[in-house]
């Protein structure tokens, strides 16, 4: 742990083509890398093109992909140079959809059946029983034809033509027309009523009775269909297995992304140099993500080309939590101080002393707990938690009641006051600490001096200022810090003495408006 940033560690790995997409997918894992290519004299080659499998993948994704395995993907671990791997994957692929093209095309047309089975049994639920028979609707031609037209709810029909024999059924989910006219006249309806988002389904001919009758022939029409849908996809996932999609669409996402993230790398007949940056300053979590992944290479930690190295946080992981407070406002130069460790430790105690209660802390801490692994940010509520369950032991209070527990402290609502006075004293801390960090990160620059001049004073007459409400005698120590301020300004800007010195005294005051 360090409250200085540290710069990242330049590394650089020598590997051969054939295991490029491993090593760049194990290295990626560790989320310790930022791939840099290194400047040299000579032209590097770029990575194979693979812009025409991308297409025909693509193409092949953009028919079949509702139909492939969507989890448990997992890249091959055996060797092969891009190119190899993504012409092995796309055969695999080519192969499957040959065998599945049949199945697909019966699944999709049982899938679309039954979206209508299901719309056509929602409207047959709001129809009265005994209102229509679906006899002659079904059945009905040739100069008249039938359709269902399924509308949003709540949509009005003032367009619908007077000679159109028409039914209308409302439901919370849809608006449905049962329309009966020639078949021009409802290809123009449908047509109209497409701009209210509206779609017309045909009722299949084998209808026949009243309502209730025909509901339920859709709803044993509905078990058939279902039974079938699940018996293609048993066939579907067979042929998945018998293909290896699983390890073939592992492959293509893995090279999509090393496509998509290296554009350029040092490549030969034999060698590829892949460098970089990376947090992982004694290299061994990069060489135990080369190990587990079989890589076949030499990963080394020469000295870093004459660029400037991105700087990384060091803090112990109950503290990690928090960097990304200091992530928001962008990694500290190596110049500037790392609050993480003091926020890890001031977030927690402001939290808990703000919502001090046992039972509402004990919750947050089960949250935390939980849901930190899915929600890396939720993390916070652990610390939170438990600093709220410590300070409602020091309240008396759990779920809000204050007659449970005897306090080891006060209880806020008979004893506000001192629970008030807590917070400012540890507010005017902070911004000493603050005003602290400052002087150091002024030596790191190399500016000591001048932050002893003309900065130092304002240390000094915050807590002067604070004081003087116990013990006006403090008052003289603020007249010294007026007094030092107004020499070591004139002494920084020796040519213009008077002008620097009144503007170091502005400055000042105005700080110290602020802080107060």
């Not at 996402?253 to 004694?282: C, K, Y």
């Not at 076949?296 to 946080?313: D, K, Q, Y």
């Not at 920084?492 to 005051?509: D, I, N, P, T, Y």
């Amino acid at each position: 742990m360090s409250l200085r940033p540290k710069p990242a560690c330049w590394f650089e790995l020598l590997t051969v083509p054939d295991d490029l997409a491993r090593a760049l997918e194990a290295l990626a894992r560790t989320g310790a890398i930022e791939l840099e290519t290194r400047a040299e004299p000579t032209a590097h080659a770029s990575l194979p093109a693979l812009h025409d499998q991308l297409l025909q993948y693509r193409a092949l994704a953009q028919r079949y992909q509702a139909h492939w395995p969507q989890s448990g993907l997992q890249a091959s671990s055996a060797p092969g140079s891009p190119a190899r791997q993504f012409d092995a994957a796309l055969t695999q692929l080519l192969a499957w959809s040959v065998e599945a093209k049949t199945l697909v095309h019966r699944s999709e047309v049982l899938q679309a059946e039954q979206t209508h089975l299901h719309l056509l049994a929602e409207m047959l639920a709001a129809v009265d029983d005994s209102a229509v028979d679906f006899t002659l609707i079904a059945n009905a031609g040739p100069a008249l034809h039938t359709r269902l037209l399924v509308l949003p709810p709540q949509t009005r029909l003032d367009s619908v033509p007077g000679d159109v024999l028409r039914l209308r059924v409302t439901t919370l989910q849809h608006t449905f027309l049962l329309a009966i006219a020639p078949p021009a006249v409802l290809l123009t309806l449908e047509r109209e009523l497409t701009a209210v988002k509206g779609r017309g389904i045909p009722l299949p001919a084998w209808l026949s009775g009243n309502a209730g009758e025909v509901a339920a022939q859709v709803a044993h029409r509905l078990a058939v269909v279902d039974a079938a849908i699940k018996q293609h996809h048993a066939e579907i996932d067979v042929l998945n297995r018998k293909h290896e999609l699983h390890t073939a669409l592992g492959d293509i996402h893995r090279l999509e992304w090393l496509l998509m993230h290296v554009a350029q790398l040092p490549v030969s007949d034999n060698f590829v140099w892949v460098t970089g940056w990376t947090s992982d300053i004694d290299g061994a979590q990069l060489q135990a993500a080369l190990d587990r992944a079989s890589v076949r290479g030499v990963l080394g930690f020469p000295r870093a080309p004459n660029t400037h190295a991105p700087m990384v946080l060091r803090n112990w992981r109950w503290v990690r939590p928090f960097e990304m407070f200091v992530r928001l406002l962008g990694i500290p130069s190596g110049t500037e101080a790392d609050p993480s460790v003091l926020l890890a430790l001031v977030v927690p105690l402001l939290f808990g002393y703000m919502f001090g209660d046992v039972g509402q802390g004990l919750m947050l801490l089960i949250i935390g707990l939980y849901f930190q692994r899915r929600m890396p940010a939720l993390r916070l509520l652990v610390s939170g938690g438990a600093a709220a369950i410590a300070f409602g032991f020091v309240f008396g209070s759990v779920f809000s009641r204050e007659d449970l527990l005897t306090p080891l402290w006060v209880q806020p609502i008979e004893q506000p006051l001192p629970v008030l006075m807590v917070p400012l004293v540890a507010g005017a801390v902070l911004l000493l600490i603050g005003l602290l960090l400052n002087a150091v990160e002024s030596l790191w620059r190399g500016e000591g001096r001048a932050w002893l001049l003309t900065e130092a004073p304002l240390p000094l007459l915050y807590l002067a200022a604070v004081a003087a409400l116990y013990d006006r005698r403090a008052l003289y120590v603020m007249l010294l810090g007026l007094v030092w301020q107004f020499l070591g300004s004139a002494w920084e800007g020796r040519q213009q003495a008077v002008l620097s010195g009144l503007a170091g005294l502005g400055g000042l005051v105005e700080h110290i408006a602020q802080l107060i």
